[in-house]
């Protein structure tokens, strides 16, 4: 069932995301609205994709691994206890 689109919505989005979305989507002939439109109908119509909120092998393999350290079957690596540690190992 179709009817007259008179309903909006709103949402905040950094406007970096936003001119970089526009820019991708005009290479593709559509506006942010008709873009969300479309994505709203095909929801509306068909739901989520099944795998619309499966993690990627590196979370799998993060969870597992973080599993492991609770279970005590694994000494965790690069352990910090300061902000400054935590700097330290992130930038080298």
Known sequence: MHTKANDQINFRISPVIK???QNV???NGLTISE???MVL????????STQFAQPTDEV???ILE???VISGNKHPENIV???Q???RMLNG
């Open 85 to 87: 540690a935590l700097n």
């Open 19 to 21: 001119l970089r979305a």
């Open 41 to 48: 109908t095909h929801i509306a119509e068909h739901g989520l």
């Open 25 to 27: 989507l005009a290479k």
């Open 35 to 37: 873009y969300t439109r």
């Open 81 to 83: 206890t300061s902000r």
């Open 60 to 62: 799998i393999e993060s």
């Open 66 to 68: 973080m599993a492991d």
